[in-house]
Structures are given as C-alpha cells and as structure tokens.
C-alpha cells in the first residue's frame, strides 16, 4: 500500500493542488523543493497512519485519498506557519535596523557632545 500512496500520480496530484494554493508560479526550483517536500511529509503521513486501515474499514482507494487529504492539510498548516514566522522575523528585524538607524541619528546630532572613547564604551 505504501507504494500506492507514494506513487508518482499522487505526488503530483498533491504537488498540483499545493502549487496552485502556494502559487509558485511556474518556478522550477521551487517546484522541486514543494515536490521534495511533499514526498517527506507523505512518508512521515503513511509512518503515522499507515496501518491504521484495517482498524478504520475502509477500502485501500478511500483509505489513499484520506492520506492524501492529511498530507494536504499538513502541508498547508506547516506552510502557513512557516509564513508567519518569517514574517515576525521580517518585522523584527526591520524594528532593529529602524532603532538602529534612530541611534545613529542621535549619535551624530550629540556627538559634539561626546569625545570618540565615550562613544566606545556607549
């Protein structure tokens, strides 16, 4: 069954579905690492739920597409949260370049104030 859900036609199914929800825009690269990407969490999928089938008593097909779904849905979560945290990092980081330039402003305005060895030691 491992093979089944593993299989080219899903991965492509799946990489298709993400690409248009991502919206890669046709980017080669970033195709390849989505792709790579999706093969991960399909295994990591399969790994959790894999043998769960029997329990669950529903055919392979149906059993397939709902992995396929999880796997979907993973990798749309981790995505979105992956979003969000680069794009604190990005406000962080442009907080700390703004105080920094502020500093400087202020700096150069007082540093007749200041001989260079305070500077230093600011």
Do not use: P
Request: net charge positive.
């Amino acid at each position: 069954m491992e093979q089944l859900f593993l299989s080219d036609k899903n991965i492509n199914k799946i990489s298709l579905y993400l690409s248009k929800h991502i919206n890669t825009n046709d980017n080669k690269k970033a195709n390849m690492y989505l792709q790579k990407f999706i093969i991960l969490r399909m295994k990591i999928v399969f790994n959790e739920y894999g043998s769960k089938r029997k329990e669950m008593g529903v055919t392979k097909t149906i059993f397939i597409d709902m992995m396929i779904k999880k796997t979907i849905i993973d990798c749309i979560r981790l995505f979105k949260n992956r979003i969000k945290k680069f794009k604190k990092n990005i406000k962080l980081k442009v907080f700390k370049i703004l105080i920094l330039e502020e500093i400087k402003k202020f700096l150069v305005r007082e540093r007749s104030k200041y001989n260079l060895d305070q500077l230093v030691h600011l």
